[in-house]
């Protein structure tokens, strides 16, 4: 019987996405390396460096390299809104940043908050002019088309832009312009985007999801708190719907992570990788079961 294909589901979450690695270390030690990558935001960046190469420990030292450059932490600190580093939870404190931002009226009058280069010479420096077709491993990144309301999964093209527009957080970095749509950052819509993992071949889905923050024991003095709180239910609640189509779900708890602080570089990935772990009598059962039968997925999804 014809070999069964594995796909990987790499979700959004800003810095906490370091945990994808460790993640992707444990699945490479046992053995599953996936068929098909599909990531959203942080999960495009990472899925579209380990499609390009398979291998955790050289992406691990890549990536740890290229965040210890002067320049390059030069120019993330030039992307990021800095005033929003209260905040562990991304969108709550990107809300937070923006409401700042309205005193200066600069988002009535620029299309964002800062320009696209901040963000597209970073990507540059990741990947140069590599595309999509240069990958190993079958890629796709997840974006948002906010003229038609419709999200797609991008499988072509440059990977610099690719996964610019994947991560393009709407309000702060330009829309990526492609012909007569503008694409924003894929994760407000399909943060864990299982569902086209699926729909682009997957017999079976590992899911990475990166959890935010859920304290409910925080207080809501303004309406900015209010709105960020729904915003946040709301996309907690799509995530959910996601996942539970994934036959193996990994979280790291990185929810106390802060979403602009790549500093905690192999504490993050330990978290990836221990998480990985916790799943692991599922994950070898799964690689038993991807040479198929009728009745796999639901052995894999058996305790």
């Known amino acids: 019987m014809a070999k069964k294909k594995l796909g990987l589901a790499l979700g959004g979450g800003g810095a906490a996405g370091l945990a994808h690695?460790?993640?992707?270390?444990?699945?490479?030690?046992?053995?599953?390396?996936?068929?098909?990558?599909?990531?959203?935001?942080?999960?495009?960046?990472?899925?579209?460096?380990?499609?390009?190469d398979p291998d955790a420990e050289r992406l691990a030292h890549r990536?740890?390299?290229?965040?210890?450059?002067?320049?390059?932490?030069?120019?993330?600190?030039?992307?990021?809104?800095?005033?929003?580093?209260?905040?562990?939870?991304?969108?709550?404190?990107?809300?937070?940043?923006?409401?700042?931002?309205?005193?200066?009226?600069?988002v009535f009058t620029t299309i964002s908050l800062r320009p696209a280069e901040e963000l597209e010479e970073i990507l540059t420096a990741l990947f140069g002019d590599r595309t999509v077709s240069d990958t190993r491993i079958p890629f796709?990144?997840?974006?948002?088309?906010?003229?038609?309301?419709?999200?797609?999964?991008?499988?072509?093209?440059?990977?610099?832009?690719?996964?610019?527009?994947?991560?393009?957080?709407?309000?702060?970095?330009?829309?990526?312009?492609?012909?007569?749509?503008?694409?924003?950052?894929?994760?407000?819509?399909?943060n864990c985007p299982v569902g086209?993992?699926?729909?682009?071949?997957?017999?079976?889905?590992?899911?990475?999801?990166?959890p935010a923050n859920s304290n409910t024991d925080r207080t809501y003095e303004t309406g900015i708190d209010v709105l960020s709180r729904t915003d946040e239910i709301v996309r907690r609640k799509l995530t959910d719907r996601e996942v539970a189509?994934?036959?193996?779900?990994?979280?790291?708890?990185?929810?106390?992570?802060?979403?602009?602080?790549?500093?905690?570089?192999e504490s993050t990935l330990q978290l990836g990788w221990e998480a990985a772990a916790a799943e692991l009598k599922k994950l070898r059962k799964l690689?038993?079961?991807?040479?198929?039968?009728?009745?796999s997925r639901l052995l894999v999804r058996m305790p």
């Open 140 to 190: 796709g990144a997840v974006v948002l088309d906010i003229v038609s309301g419709r999200e797609r999964v991008v499988a072509e093209g440059l990977l610099s832009e690719v996964v610019y527009a994947s991560a393009a957080i709407p309000g702060v970095f330009p829309p990526h312009r492609q012909d007569e749509q503008l694409l924003v950052d894929g994760a407000f819509t399909s």
């Open 21 to 52: 690695i460790g993640a992707l270390r444990l699945l490479e030690q046992e053995g599953l390396v996936p068929d098909l990558i599909v990531g959203s935001s942080i999960g495009a960046a990472i899925g579209a460096l380990y499609a390009l």
């Open 63 to 106: 990536v740890e390299e290229l965040l210890a450059e002067e320049s390059v932490s030069r120019k993330w600190h030039l992307a990021v809104p800095q005033e929003s580093e209260g905040s562990t939870r991304l969108y709550h404190g990107l809300v937070h940043f923006i409401h700042k931002q309205l005193a200066g009226i600069k």
């Open 196 to 210: 086209f993992t699926r729909a682009l071949g997957a017999d079976y889905c590992i899911a990475v999801r990166l």
């Open 287 to 295: 690689k038993k079961l991807c040479h198929g039968n009728l009745f």
């Open 245 to 265: 189509e994934a036959d193996i779900v990994i979280t790291p708890p990185t929810e106390k992570i802060h979403w602009a602080d790549f500093g905690s570089f």
